[in-house]
């Protein structure tokens, strides 16, 4: 259909739990749903909640994707 992808970011707990619901993601949205999980540099690698990332460690994320001006 043309549709841009839906694109959540979130942390390392969120996208455990939101992988498991995509597929009903997708069927909602009627388009392609991806769940982006972010690694929190910034608190050394052990926090995995999606209220402390920072935005540098979203940037990060944002910029591994294969299509940045899509975001």
């Given at each position: 259909n043309g549709?841009?992808?839906i694109r959540i970011l979130t942390g390392e707990?969120?996208?455990a739990v939101l992988n498991r619901r995509?597929?009903?993601l997708q069927q909602r949205a009627h388009v392609p749903v991806e769940i982006v999980a972010v690694?929190?540099?910034y608190f050394g690698g052990t926090t995995a909640v999606?209220?402390?990332l920072t935005g540098?460690?979203?940037?990060?994320a944002m910029s591994g994707s294969d299509e940045p001006?899509?975001?």
């Open positions: 549709a841009l992808p707990y969120g996208a995509v597929e009903v690694a929190n540099a999606t209220g402390l540098k460690d979203v940037m990060l001006s899509r975001w």
